[in-house]
């Protein structure tokens, strides 16, 4: 196959992963446990072996043991095996990952693991979609190395 067409066909396989990544991000949101916000919120990670974890955020009378999506998607990863993330997918009125997902993330994600964040609302066509790299998330990060963890 010649260069392009191979670059051609890398990119659309590129792009049904992360069709399927906003999709599975998209389904878990509507599971949102969010009764006392009403800020339903959903995630979809793509780990090393291919697989898509997804997961919404899980919220309690208790407002503090509240669990954001993206980390309920990145344990359900972890605790199937999977320690690295090449893709996360965030899906909400205005979906970004709060500063504790952040962390969270880069213990697991690939320097240049694409983040992507999609502004949408069940039940709506509309959606903006904002593309960045996990490497970006977070100035000045704890970093286990530096502290001798
Ligand atoms: N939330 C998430 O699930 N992810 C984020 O990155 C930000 C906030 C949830 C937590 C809570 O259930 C609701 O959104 C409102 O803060």
């Known amino acids: 196959m010649k260069k392009e067409a191979k670059n051609r066909s890398r990119k659309a396989r590129i792009n049904s992963v992360r069709k ?3 999709e599975a991000a998209k389904n878990a949101q509507k599971n ?3 009764p006392y916000s009403r800020y339903p919120v959903g995630a979809a990670v793509l780990a090393g072996s291919g697989r898509i974890y997804s997961g919404c955020n899980v919220e309690n009378a208790s407002f503090g043991l509240a669990c954001c ?3 309920v998607a ?3 990863a972890v605790s199937h ?3 690295k993330l090449c893709a996360v997918c965030v899906t909400a009125k205005s979906a970004k990952p709060c500063g504790a997902c952040r962390q969270v993330i880069i213990e697991f994600a690939q320097k240049d693991a694409e983040i992507i964040c999609v502004d949408w609302e069940p039940l709506e066509k509309k959606e903006k979609i904002t593309y960045t790299r996990a490497s970006r998330l977070l100035p000045k990060p704890f970093n286990p190395s530096e502290a001798g963890l």
């Open 20 to 22: 399927k990544l906003i």
């Open 32 to 34: 949102s446990y969010s």
């Open 69 to 71: 999506a993206e980390r």
């Open 74 to 76: 990145i344990f359900k």
């Open 81 to 83: 095996g999977e320690k």
